[in-house]
């Protein structure tokens, strides 16, 4: 059967059913008359497991079950409404509006008041092609109370487009205006109720919940709505959510639902979790609560959805307090003036209502208990205000104001034509009216953005029972607070739920289990750093300048190292350059006075001074070793002390193969000879080797760079090694590889000319000058790759500065210490006596 043939189904029983029609009541609290007539669903009786009365073919007889206050509070909201509208002069002026209200109970008695409301005053609803013009008994409906009676009444009202405008239906299915065209609502939906519920508990940083839900739908949509909504963020996770059992109406507890309830509360007592959420209609919890209290649970934070908020009987059980704190979800207070005396005014006495033989037909339209049951409450009503009973008010208000519009009403005449339900419900979309100060309208969803409030269950007599802490605005999706928790705890501490303490600052997370919210917490390493912001599950690694030490929640720069003046070592190597520097230039000036004096003009001449020159440059530069590198001192260390190294080479190098050339090819190939001296063969040497020496360097250089770079210390973490580019040790073992080569070419050209006068022969300096450079060169590399850092640049400088000094002292300081201690040896006659010694020797 499709729903439009189920419908048709239901009408054709509803036909049958009418068959016998009863008098109405007169002066009943459910009927007034009027012009036009309002339909209102109510719950003035509950009963929770609503199977029974399927078993016979009879209306229920509600009045069994247990009277539900807040639903008798309800209905009188709405007759209060009524009467307030047809007191009133401007609003519907001249029109009566007269109500109909059945007792729907909970959900057991839903589809016969709607065939009611559907039926004409005959008791007879035709089947028609086209309902356009049909009058049914009402004009709109207020109500029902539940969201799943709600869906069952609008499943037959949409195919006649009669209003209905819920109080208290809450489910996200409402919202589906394809499927519920004719419902509109006076509350904000399910979703904003959760996402206060959340937001409180953000707020109280409680993360580790425990769900409680009744077997029903509404149990199920909220939870599950609930743990969409957490599982989008995972801030809050539940720890466990189970189904309340629920009891037959008006029996104790089966063996079943007792072993259903220990087991839960045994799981409850054992969870760190102290925050339970429960989603389900107040019927269910009085077993629940009365077993809370049987088994002396304390500590918890209880989180009421609106179905039980606010209900004055579970408030009742005052011993309830001891269990811990009860917040909830509901809707915003307002005052609504003189309601407190109408909810419990008596009907004029002498009224027919108890005509027992007289009851109308539908439902049980009498509640001889109700009034003095609502009594007995008068005091925690009237304290805690006008809350859902605001939602009625205003939805009987929307009603008149719709109808208001639609009679074309002045302010002291209306029309008084005939309304259709179809017509009513298009004005009714576009209300917009102020109603005790709150500016009322349907969103495109037909829900009415009313405040929530978070409340705070009281019992302290004088006090509002329910007292708001927090409000939450379903535009602004915000949750905004009004006053202190007082909290169930010593020195009233806000309660802790969560699954696993926060770890302390620097420490993250490892989820253990399933859920985000248990972990352990775990150190972060040096070098790593956790940014609580960000992510709390992974330390982040610092960046590479930066360093942290063990759990830092931020990287801090590491100290630069290089060589500082202030290191003994430095001025070691300080002094020792000094001493190369001014001995160059004492031997500067030696040779200078002595220019033309045989020595000097054996140790190169002119070429000495290049040398020296060179020597002295070298000997000034040394302070680029000191201090952070730059582009300027890498490119010295690695171009300019090599090249000027070279030279020195050079010279020496051409120096001992003009001597050999002297004595050797002059003798055999003079036009060479004559060639060599003709183009100043030594400086052409000396360029030339120069030249090649530079284009390796630059070669080398522009392969790798000079800019200068910081390396991690391997050893000590906190510091960054200032220094040039790490492949200059390569370039610094060619570098040497090509002195090396023109050192044996030095040696070589000695050695030829080992015979000579000793004043000529330098073969044995150059063997140790070489020796010396190249060993501390190779020493210098390995160095370099077991070891990483400051030490490095002070053996680079050292070395350098110890190769210079070599040549300085080697080569120029026995001539000066000639010429200074043996001028007689510094004369041609001196010179031509060697040499024909040699000569002599020779031959
Ligand atoms: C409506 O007016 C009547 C008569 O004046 C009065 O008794 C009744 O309390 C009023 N009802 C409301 C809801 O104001
Ligand atoms: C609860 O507490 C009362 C009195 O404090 C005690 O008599 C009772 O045995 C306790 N019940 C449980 C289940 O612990
Ligand atoms: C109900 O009460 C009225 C008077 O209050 C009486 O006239 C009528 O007969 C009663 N109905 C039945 C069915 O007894
Ligand atoms: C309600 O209370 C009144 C007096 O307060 C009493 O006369 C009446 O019998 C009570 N009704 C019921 C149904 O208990
Ligand atoms: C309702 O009316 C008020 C003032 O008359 C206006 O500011 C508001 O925008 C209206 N709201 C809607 C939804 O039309
Ligand atoms: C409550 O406060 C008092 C004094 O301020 C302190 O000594 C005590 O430890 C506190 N108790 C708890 C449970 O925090
Ligand atoms: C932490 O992360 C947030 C967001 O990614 C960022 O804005 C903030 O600067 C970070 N803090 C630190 C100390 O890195």
Redesign the pocket.
């Known amino acids: 059967m499709g729903p439009r043939a189920r419908t048709l189904h239901l009408l054709f029983l509803l036909l049958r059913a009418l068959t016998k029609p009863a008098e109405l009541v007169e002066n009943s609290d459910f009927h007034l008359a009027g012009d036009y007539l309002l339909g209102g669903l109510f719950s003035l009786h509950a009963n929770a497991k609503s199977v029974s009365h399927l078993n016979y073919l009879q209306v229920p007889k509600c009045n069994e079950y247990d009277m539900k206050v807040l639903g008798y509070n309800l209905m009188q909201a709405m007759r209060f409404a009524v009467e307030e509208i047809n007191n009133h002069s401007t609003l519907l002026p001249g029109v009566l509006l007269g109500y109909e209200m059945v007792d729907v109970c909970y959900l057991t008695n839903n589809i016969h008041p709607a065939l009611y409301f559907l039926a004409q005053e005959d008791y007879f609803l035709p089947l028609l092609k086209d309902y356009s013009q049909y009058m049914p008994r009402v004009v709109a409906i207020i109500g029902p109370d539940n969201s799943e009676s709600t869906i069952t009444v609008s499943s037959l009202l949409s195919y006649f487009l009669i209003p209905q405008i819920t109080y208290s239906a809450i489910s996200d299915k409402l919202k589906d205006k394809r499927r519920f065209p004719a419902v509109l609502r006076t509350v904000p939906s399910a979703n904003h109720h959760i996402e206060a519920m959340v937001q409180l508990m953000l707020h109280f940083h409680w993360n580790w919940i425990v769900v409680l839900v009744s077997n029903d739908s509404y149990g199920r949509e909220n939870s599950h709505l609930l743990s969409q909504r957490l599982g989008s963020t995972g801030d809050i996770c539940i720890a466990f959510q189970e189904i309340l059992p629920r009891p037959e109406p008006g029996q104790a507890m089966g063996p079943e639902e007792q072993a259903q309830l220990d087991n839960i509360l045994d799981k409850l007592w054992r969870s760190t979790a102290r925050v339970v959420v429960v989603f389900s209609p107040e019927l269910t919890l009085h077993n629940f609560f009365l077993e809370v209290l049987r088994r002396n649970i304390t500590g918890v934070v209880w989180i009421a959805s609106e179905s039980w908020a606010i209900d004055p009987v579970l408030h009742k059980l005052t011993e309830l307090r001891h269990t811990g704190t009860f917040l909830g979800v509901t809707t915003q207070r307002v005052f609504i003036p003189g309601f407190s005396e109408f909810r419990v005014r008596r009907a004029k006495s002498g009224h027919p209502m108890l005509n027992k033989t007289n009851l109308k037909a539908t439902c049980n339209q009498d509640c001889d208990a109700c009034l003095n049951m609502t009594e007995s409450y008068s005091n925690v009503l009237m304290l805690s205000g006008e809350r859902v009973v605001y939602s009625v008010y205003s939805a009987v208000y929307a009603v008149a104001h719709a109808l208001h519009r639609f009679l074309r009403c002045s302010q002291v005449h209306c029309t008084k034509e005939t309304v259709h339900p179809w017509q009513l419900l298009r004005e009714i979309w576009h209300v917009n009216f102020t109603l005790l100060g709150n500016q009322l309208f349907f969103d495109q969803q037909g829900d009415m953005p009313l405040l929530l409030d978070i409340i705070q269950w009281q019992w302290d007599l004088s006090q509002n029972p329910f007292q708001s802490i927090a409000s939450y605005s379903p535009i602004e999706k915000r949750l905004t607070y009004i006053s202190d928790v007082s909290w169930d705890t010593p020195n009233n501490t806000i309660p802790l739920s969560t699954c696993s303490k926060s770890c302390q600052p620097g420490y993250m997370k490892k989820p253990v289990g399933l859920h985000p919210c248990c972990f352990e917490c775990l150190d972060c390493q040096p070098g790593t750093?956790l940014?609580?912001?960000?992510?709390e599950f992974n330390c982040?690694p610092c960046p590479g300048s930066m360093w942290s030490n063990k759990n830092d929640?931020?990287c801090f720069k590491r100290r630069l190292v290089f060589l500082e003046w202030h290191e003994v070592s430095t001025i070691v190597v300080a002094i020792l350059a000094a001493l190369g520097f001014l001995s160059t230039l004492a031997i500067l000036f030696i040779f200078w006075r002595h220019f033309q004096t045989p020595i000097v003009r054996s140790a190169g001449g002119p070429m000495c001074f290049l040398m020296l020159v060179t020597l002295l440059l070298v000997f000034g530069m040394m302070p680029v070793y000191v201090g952070p590198p730059t582009v300027f001192s890498c490119f010295c260390r690695q171009a300019f002390f090599t090249i000027s190294f070279s030279i020195c080479l050079s010279c020496i190098t051409v120096r001992s193969f003009q001597i050999m050339c002297v004595f050797k090819m002059a003798r055999r190939l003079p036009r060479a000879y004559g060639l060599w001296m003709r183009y100043h063969g030594p400086y052409v040497f000396v360029v030339f080797v120069t030249a090649i020496k530079v284009t390796l360097v630059a070669g080398n250089m522009l392969a790798t760079t000079i800019n200068p770079t910081a390396r991690t210390d391997p050893d000590d973490p906190n510091i960054m090694i200032l220094s040039c580019h790490p492949n200059y040790r390569n370039g610094l073992l060619f570098n040497t590889s090509v002195n090396l080569l023109l050192s044996v070419l030095g040696f070589s050209f000695a050695y030829m000319g080992k015979e000579l006068p000793t004043n000529y022969n330098e073969a044995k300096f150059i063997t140790l000058c070489m020796a010396f450079s190249f060993t501390s060169t190779i020493s210098l590399c390995t160095f370099m790759t077991v070891h990483d850092g400051v030490l490095v640049t002070i053996m680079d400088i050292l070395v350098n500065v110890l190769n210079f000094l070599a040549i300085n002292l080697g080569y120029f300081g026995p001539k000066c210490y000639m010429i200074l201690f043996y001028p007689e040896r510094n004369t041609s006659a001196y010179f031509n006596s060697m040499i024909q010694g040699y000569t002599m020797r020779k031959s």
């Open positions: 750093y940014n609580h912001t960000a992510d982040l929640i931020t």
